[in-house]
């Protein structure tokens, strides 16, 4: 393999950030594929939205993590910060503990048990064992490093074997555990044996959470940068890239390694997000465009595109998926919230529940959480966490009814 990284001169930050990525570029919505739009506002009507709070740091937010009651940030200065959201409305400033670890941004955050998992600028994924004390109200966080990926034992083993080295780049090679750029976005199986991690130099590598080793590395998986990748529970791997492509990827059983199942490329520009519905069988993906493409998954693995959610003015950045909800967060600096009135899967339309406004800057990372459930009424509070290149964390509080 050789590996090309393409630059862009483009002096804004945001380029600066991501050169692999066309954020400053949108392009124009995807005017081929049908709009799922429903132009029905009664839901409109029975849901409401407000900004409980905004955590200013002094940085750009560049990811967002759940774990339980604690949010988990990383900053574009190598920041990870835990922050205990009971405490939003009382100490809404008061985090419980920040790391400074790599260099660069922290591209991604995720957490399983007791364990959490960050991917750097700096081509490194970390992990980190959290400690609680539950002396309330002060209640801490302990950050403990276990590793960094590739570990040294990982490193040492292959090392020594010259077949375990490809090329990168002219007169350089390196270990085939090594990413050599970026590492952009992980994810986590169902059971949390193994994290996936994709990069910007083109690969996915796959690596088992008990050990730390590196199972398995796709070789110039994408054509260009790889920017998100999304796991269903049934083993179905997703990556999105700038190439504009989706690929899907299975391992299966008695399989050494995850094959190509399935190619999409409907999007005109580069793939920024990937999330997943709650069954796995609906894939949404954000990209320059400006539109969401909605795509539903066969017997076979393959997916087919239904249409698109269209209303943002620029670049899709982020999405996450909550119950039966779509939040987008896009370069334009708001966050659009959709939810499908399908309750049979077939004709899906979605209607746009909101739009939240307030961040000064693009919107790069969301998450969101079932909040309370009022079996009586019926009706859910969702709690919608925001993280913008205007350094501020924004919480939201939506309640709308069940359907």
């Not at 939003?88 to 957490?111: D, E, L, W």
Request: aromatic share 6%.
């Amino acid at each position: 393999m050789e590996y090309q990284r393409s630059f862009s001169n483009d002096s804004n930050n945001l380029q600066k950030e991501s050169p692999n990525t066309c954020i400053l570029s949108s392009q124009h919505s995807l005017a081929s594929l049908p709009s799922l739009n429903s132009n029905s506002n009664s839901q409109l009507q029975d849901s409401s939205f407000t900004c409980i709070t905004t955590l200013k740091l002094h940085t750009c937010i560049s990811s967002l993590a759940l774990g339980g009651k604690f949010l988990y940030t990383g900053s574009s200065n190598k920041e990870i910060t835990s922050w205990n959201s009971t405490h939003f409305h009382s100490h809404p400033q008061q985090s419980i503990n920040t790391i400074i670890s790599g260099n660069g941004a922290v591209k991604s955050i995720v957490i399983h048990s007791d364990k959490l998992f960050t991917a750097h600028q700096d081509n490194k994924i970390r992990i980190w064992k959290i400690t609680i004390t539950h002396d309330e109200p002060q209640q801490q966080q302990k950050f403990t490093q276990l590793a960094t990926l590739p570990t040294f034992t990982d490193r040492f083993t292959t090392i020594l074997i010259p077949k375990n080295h490809v090329k990168i780049r002219r007169h350089k090679k390196c270990t085939w555990i090594h990413h050599v750029d970026t590492v952009s976005s992980l994810a986590l199986s169902k059971d949390g044996t193994l994290l996936y991690s994709v990069s910007w130099d083109r690969t996915i590598k796959v690596w088992k959470t008990k050990d730390f080793t590196c199972l398995e590395s796709v070789q110039t998986a994408h054509d260009d940068a790889i920017n998100a990748i999304t796991v269903s529970d049934d083993g179905y791997v997703y990556t999105g890239s700038a190439d504009k492509k989706i690929k899907v990827w299975k391992k299966e059983k008695g399989d050494k390694n995850h094959l190509l199942v399935d190619t999409l490329e409907k999007h005109r520009s580069g793939i920024n997000a990937l999330a997943l519905n709650s069954d796995g069988s609906v894939l949404y993906s954000g990209a320059c465009d400006r539109s969401i493409l909605v795509s539903e998954r066969g017997g076979n693995g393959n997916l087919v595109v239904k249409g698109a959610l269209r209303g943002h003015t620029k670049s899709i950045l982020c999405l996450a998926v909550v119950s039966d909800l779509v939040c987008s967060g896009s370069e334009d600096k708001t966050i659009r919230i959709w939810r499908s009135n399908s309750t049979n899967n077939v004709d899906r339309e979605y209607c746009c529940l909101g739009v939240l406004e307030g961040h000064k800057g693009p919107i790069k990372c969301l998450t969101a959480v079932l909040d309370h459930f009022d079996e009586q009424s019926s009706d859910a509070t969702f709690l919608i966490y925001s993280g913008s290149l205007d350094c501020d964390i924004k919480v939201w509080k939506m309640l709308l009814p069940l359907q």
